[in-house]
């Protein structure tokens, strides 16, 4: 049983900022890798950033390099998303995926559970 609850978005100004979190339940949780999916209206979701259960080594979509940082605190069941100088085109609902094995996944079919999602939008 794993619930994933996203939360922190919003509307903010291109250049902004914005922390997403994503609260998850689970006695089990460290041993997830995490990940971080977006999807803007009549597009696919596609992959932003992902964490293994180390929470060592990352990985980014290249749109978001530089930009977007994903950290977790196991001991709190939570991952983030800390997302600096937002642009128009991250303008999108934010879904936070949890895969029930150690190592990260960049694609969403090999994620086992999601959240609702969070909108965020970016205006000029």
């Known amino acids: 049983q794993v619930q994933l609850v996203e939360s922190g978005g919003g509307l903010v100004q291109a250049g902004g900022s914005l922390r997403l979190s994503c609260a998850a339940s689970?006695?089990?949780?460290?041993?997830?890798?995490m990940g971080w999916f977006r999807q803007a209206p009549g597009e696919e979701r596609e992959f932003v950033a992902a964490i293994p259960r180390s929470g060592g080594s990352t990985n980014y979509a290249d749109s978001v390099k530089g930009r977007f940082t994903i950290s977790r605190d196991n001991a709190k069941n939570t991952v983030y998303l800390q997302m600096k100088s937002l642009k128009p085109e991250d303008t999108a609902v934010y879904y936070c995926?949890?895969?029930?094995?150690?190592?990260?996944?960049?694609?969403?079919?090999?994620?086992?559970?999601w959240g609702q999602g969070t909108q965020v939008t970016v205006s000029s």
């Open positions: 995926a949890a895969r029930l094995r150690p190592l990260i996944a960049v694609t969403p079919q090999l994620y086992n559970y």
């Open positions: 689970g006695r089990t949780f460290s041993s997830y890798a």
